[in-house]
């Protein structure tokens, strides 16, 4: 009996797309048929997945990147805003995300709000890999790259707890945010702010107070 899969693919690297489709098709099953679509941005994506709801023929797997343009109304700016969309207007589709994003705050954030089907770093991504997981989520598993594997390892072997706040605030400092303009991205104050750095550095054992005594810290256990 023939399966016919449905599939959505967003990127906006066209050899890239491409390099999925001929895999895809390449190793297939014998008995699957697979309709591929295309989008390279989140309006396209929107369009497309806004017309399969409408024209209830929703899909079954859908590929997406992080990094991609913004749409023109600016609802969505990222992948992971299209992918937390597509969880509620396509509840069955399965969503395997592929990024070249490895921060822990990022990938943490990813698995909490979207908790995709697959989580994939590009830069563990080969072509039978790509295949493996593909037909695994099919069959109703979970796949996580290596490199996410050892993050969340890493994370969940650690005595230390940390909410998504203190998560962000490490983020923030690891991408160079001073620690004055931390507020306008937490939406908290300045002195919650420095409370929160205090514990994190109470946690971390960070004795001489430097940010990026801190980060190297985090880093070690998986935080950063």
């Known amino acids: 009996m023939i399966e016919n899969i449905k599939i959505l693919m967003i990127d906006d690297h066209p050899m890239i797309i491409e390099g999925y489709q001929n895999t895809l098709l390449f190793t ?11 989008a390279n941005n989140c309006d396209e994506a ?10 209830n023929t929703p899909y079954d ?7 991609l343009p913004a749409s023109t109304d600016g609802t969505m700016s990222s992948g992971e805003d299209l992918a937390e969309y597509a969880r509620k207007i396509l509840p069955n589709s399965k969503i395997i995300i592929l990024t070249m994003f490895n921060e822990a705050f990022r990938i943490h954030n990813i698995l909490k709000t979207i908790n995709p089907e697959g989580l994939i770093i590009k830069s563990d991504l080969t072509s039978s890999e790509l295949a493996s997981a593909f ?7 979970t796949i996580y790259s ?11 072997s650690s005595d230390i707890v ?3 706040k203190n998560r962000k605030i490490l983020h923030l400092l690891s991408q160079g945010v001073k620690t004055k303009n ?11 702010i420095e409370k929160r750095k205090k514990q994190l550095r109470d946690l971390f054992e960070v004795e001489d ?5 801190l980060l190297n810290q985090a880093r070690k256990k998986g935080f950063v």
């Open 46 to 55: 929107l369009v497309a997945m806004n017309k399969a709801i409408k024209n």
């Open 162 to 164: 940390i909410d998504d």
């Open 135 to 141: 037909q695994k989520v099919l069959d109703g598993d």
């Open 61 to 67: 797997v859908l590929f997406v990147d992080i990094s």
């Open 28 to 38: 297939k099953r014998d008995n699957q048929e697979l309709d591929i679509e295309i």
């Open 146 to 156: 290596a490199t996410v594997k050892q993050l969340i390892r890493r994370t969940t």
């Open 182 to 192: 931390l507020a306008s991205h937490l939406d908290i104050s300045l002195s919650a």
């Open 209 to 213: 107070g430097q940010d990026e005594t």
